[in-house]
């Protein structure tokens, strides 16, 4: 069985080999021996096949109905929980640095994400051939269209 799963995984990884532009952040809820902490890592190659790699003991992929791609996993500690998402292309360095202190401080919200990053969910409809709602734009995003 766990051959077979590593086969479907490939598989998917295959289906997966598509590169969005820009790096991939994944913002981690991390649950270990002394409880819950954050951080974050990048996926350099901006590639979403390198998503799918882990050396939990159980995850699950999927993408939520707001259109973000997320992984639930447990390990002998505890459960992470992963947030995918990817840079902007106007996002600058200090905007990405300020993004990365707020994670590791715990004041990231909902706001800092979409202001920085763009959910990955729309890529993965377009492989697999499902349809998202409309992504919610942020404040600036409204006031820019006026």
Known sequence: MNNLNNDYLEDERNE???????????????????????????????CLKDCLYTELDGVTWYV??????????????????YLYRRYRDDATPEA????????LDHTLTEE???????RLGDDIA??????????VKTKNERSDAR
């Not at 997320?70 to 505890?78: A, I, N, Q, V």
């Not at 800092?112 to 763009?118: A, G, H, Q």
């Open 16 to 46: 997966m080999n598509v590169c969005v532009g820009s790096p991939i952040i994944i913002i981690a809820d991390i649950g270990k021996w002394d409880g819950r902490h954050t951080g974050y890592r990048e996926i350099e190659s901006g």
């Open 64 to 81: 939520d109905n707001r259109g973000d791609f997320r992984m639930d996993g447990y390990h002998h500690d505890g459960h992470n929980y």
């Open 96 to 103: 990405i640095e300020e993004f990365q202190g707020k994670i």
């Open 112 to 118: 800092d994400i979409d202001r920085v990053t763009v």
């Open 126 to 135: 377009k492989i697999y051939g499902f349809t998202l709602p409309d992504q």
